[in-house]
T-cell receptor, first 110, second 114 residues
């Protein structure tokens, strides 16, 4: 199954942009890249997903490398409420499930 | 709208006691259903998933089991809990009509085995 690699933790100052990287060198050509985040004591929530082109929504932007072996989640202006664990995940070979790693724990400094 | 309900929110159980956690989905038919567990300070571990009634796939050998008696009901059970079963249990679903970004999680059950 395709796997992802993320830094364990990152820090950002409030109101500044945050770039969260993810490596997925074994991604297949049809795998969508998904990002979720988990606030303390809550279930993960969907953030964004994409295939090849960069994607934007109200929560974040997703920049996907041309070779698709890496991607970056961009929070344009970090707020204290963005402090969470961010997961970059790919579907399994069957497409029926996702495997979550340990994600990146983002700390936002006021 | 599509929603997922999971209960209870917290649970303290003695070692050796049985366990039953329930999860129900509303607003969609034939969802894929999932049970995940998260140990303290760790990532999410997929325990079971189901693509239909009575169809259960187990990802990790353990003393837990799952059942899907109805289309939108998913139950996680144990006959005898171990201390190592403590953790945060999450139910989730995906629905075909939500597209590829449609992985929705419940609010979780925090289980402490004492």
């Amino acid at each position: 199954d395709a796997k992802t690699t993320q830094p364990n933790s990152m820090e950002s100052n409030e109101e500044e942009p945050v770039h969260l990287p993810c490596n997925h060198s074994t991604i297949s050509g049809t795998d969508y890249i998904h990002w979720y985040r988990q606030l303390p004591s809550q279930g993960p929530e969907y953030v964004i997903h994409g295939l090849t082109s960069n994607v934007n929504n109200r929560m974040a932007s997703l920049a996907i490398a041309e070779d698709r072996k890496s991607s970056t989640l961009i929070l344009h202006r970090a707020t204290l409420r963005d402090a969470a664990v961010y997961y970059c995940i790919l579907p399994s070979n069957t497409g029926n499930q996702f495997y979550f790693g340990t994600g990146t724990s983002l700390t936002v400094i006021p | 709208s599509q929603t997922i309900h999971q209960w209870p929110a917290t649970l303290v159980q003695p070692v050796g006691s049985p366990l039953s956690l329930e999860c129900t989905v509303e607003g969609t038919s034939n969802p894929n259903l999932y049970w995940y567990r998260q140990a303290a300070g760790r990532g999410l571990q997929l325990l079971f998933y189901s693509v239909g009634i009575g169809q259960i796939s187990s990802e990790v050998p353990q003393n837990l089991s799952a059942s899907r008696p109805q289309d939108r009901q998913f139950i996680l059970s144990s006959k005898k809990l171990l201390l190592s079963d403590s953790g945060f249990y999450l139910c989730a679903f995906t629905a075909v009509d939500r597209g590829l970004g449609g992985y929705t999680f419940g609010s979780g059950t925090r289980l402490t085995v004492v």
